[in-house]
């Protein structure tokens, strides 16, 4: 969905690093990442709580649950420390060489 149905330039080249939905289903909280790291994460969080209604509408019409969660994004800073982490590695490799 957030790839062909929404407009938005804001959420171009994020993805979805993981969710979570409380017992109750009452909140999903969204955790979410982008290629280029944490430079536009206001940005993107910005455009994806504007979207927030659209996209739980969208989710009661294709998913058959007795209720749908409000929806929470949050940044997820992972990717960009397991790429510092890969990088502090490889400085070590190349040291030992």
Request: proline share 4%.
């Amino acid at each position: 969905m957030l790839i062909r149905e929404i407009s938005d330039p804001r959420l171009k080249q994020i993805f979805i690093t993981d969710v979570s939905v409380d017992r109750e289903l009452a909140y999903a909280d969204v955790y979410v990442s982008a290629v280029e790291g944490a430079a536009r994460s206001g940005e993107i969080l910005k455009g994806l709580k504007h979207a927030s209604r659209f996209l739980r509408h969208e989710l009661a019409a294709r998913v058959e649950l007795r209720a749908i969660p409000q929806l929470r994004f949050h940044w997820d800073p992972t990717p960009e420390k397991a790429d510092h982490i890969e990088q502090l590695l490889a400085q070590i490799s190349n040291q030992k060489s």
